[in-house]
């Protein structure tokens, strides 16, 4: 039984697909990285597998609640301390306990400052952390190690080792060798959306071209 | 959803400001009236009911846009769409914790300002009760406001200009109310219309706000 | 054949440019003869030469009314099946609507002043109208905000959704607010109450008349948007390419 599988799907930007024709599952323990050039829609792809926009053809399959997504923008507050940041998430996705995401992510010396104290990188590795509270299965990253130093990215992936060891799945877009060397690599680059007329019209801009 | 208020109830405590300066933005609107109507009890009093609603109303419009704006910026909008919770009550309870922090204290306030308008005590309770009434029904229109400008940059006009024109009902209703109190008139049609308004909005606007915010997630 | 086909761009701008010179030119005809015919009726005998407002005045305020809920149709159209001209449409009509409330404030308060002595009065028509326009004025300031085109369709639907759900209660709460000065309908059908038939039939002309006009202003509009589109549309896929 594959966590998620994606069949013919087609995104769009701006009301232009950047992509279709995508095709591809993922079962528990694998990772699936996306390359391609900037702005061939990786990002796009990404928000539409999580459900935050609909896709513009094709389909996404997965069980319900399957999806812990994380993008550029981590979702942290200021004016909370790291605990009750990733406590709040834990409870709203119904997830585990935040002592065990603390300590993966070397933030345990940390845990009572508040947000707002914490440097780029430590912002981001929280960020990360609260992926693993949310106790969901597939993890979908948008370039997850920006602002990780080297030590950092050993870690995160260390992380994702485990979390596909326990059975989980891992979606990214990431530019930078994680190391993960049994991880599959999709270049969307052959996928590019050929200019046409459409059937179903993404948007305006194709409606009227 | 607990969880998510209690969240947003502390981030108003911490943030400071959240609670008073709505407040005072009506402190300052109750104060202004006189100098500009003059300070006699028979210019003031009748005009009580109507400045200490239209003061209210305003006072509530000024932190709409931060409902859903700050979690825009920083993403917790994102997460929260792919939460287990569903994007409606989130909607709801945001909207909750917004009355909770700029609702209730303007309630707490209204009848001390009341007694600067020279509002007659028997239509306190009146004013109380219109309030405690009305006012979720605004938050929950504001929230509908804020949703659909929550991507835009210079939101906070338009938000104004969206909202006030939804308010008109609520204004009406509640108005009357406060003033056949004053008068000791039969406040039963105005209390009934008001709350059916209040209930209505409740259950309808959060599936109208979700639907704006995931056209502004897309 | 189905009339969904004139969701076709192409489409529609065919047929639209067939019907425009025809309806501009029903549109004139009407709207002219209407006033003209409107401007020989004799005085009133009590309100005098002022009553031939009326001949600007109604039809201004139905099409006010009318253009809403032309707007609130499309908007739905758009909602449920995604047809891109339906909303140009409704984005089209909303600055004619407003207009044409505009009129019906302003003649409103021309008359008013010779008959009630007051340009203006808080009487629950008055007052109705004027919300009108914010909702107008509120829904033009949303589309002019939003860039993307595709998420302005939608906000501004919903909100015309939302709008038209307030505009009818505002309306109810508003009579209950204030009972007013203004006559009744204009054209009830309740005998006795009716005008006499010298005003009647120029001022179903002149309805008429304005009900072309906001057709042939709505066609021009919606052209004009569908061909803004389709620039932006060529300028977009030459971005990308």
Redesign the interface.
Known sequence: MSLLAVHDLAVSR???RTVEGVSFTLRGGEALILRGPN?IGKTTLLRTVAGLQPPTEGGVEMAEDAVAYAAHADGLKAALTVTENLRFWSAVFGGGPVGPALAAMDLAALADRPAAALSAGQKRRLGLARLMVTGRPLWVLDEPTVSLDADSVARFASVVRAHLAGGGAALMATHIDLGLDEARVLDLTPYRAR?GRAVR?A??????? | MIALLKRDLALAVRAGGGFGLGVAFFLILCALVPFGVGPETSALRPIAPGILWVGALLSCLLSLDRIFALDHEDGSLDLLATAPIPLEGAVAVKALAHWVTTGLPLIAAAPLFGILLHLPGQAVPWLIASLLIGTPALSMLGA?GAA??V??R??GL?LS??V???Y??TL??GT?IVRRGMEQGSTAT?LL?LAG?TAGVLAL?PF?AA??LR??L? | MSIWEYAN?VKFMRTSGAILPWAAGAAAICTTGGLLWGFLTPEDYKQGSTVKIVFLHVPAAMMAINIWVMMLAASLIWLIRRH?VSALAAKAAAPVGAVMTLIALATGAVWGQPMWGTWWEWDPRLTSFL?LL??Y??YM??WS??D????A???TG??C???SV?AI??RY??L??NQGLHQGASLSVAPGERMSAVYRYPLYLTMLGFFLLFLTLLLIRTRTE?RR??L???Q??EM??
């Open positions: 701006g009301g232009l702005g200019p019209p948007g305006f801009n194709e409606a009227f071209a | 509908f659909i400008t991507g835009l210079r939101g338009l200009l969206l006030l024109p939804l008109i009902p009406i209703f009357e105005p219309f308004i606007v109208a639907a704006a056209v502004n897309r | 761009p891109h919300i914010l909702f004025i509120g300031a949303l905000a939003i993307d085109p595709d998420s369709a939608d906000l919903v909100l959704l939302v709008g307030f209660l505002s709460a508003v209950f607010w569908i589109r389709r932006a549309a060529l977009a896929r990308r390419a």
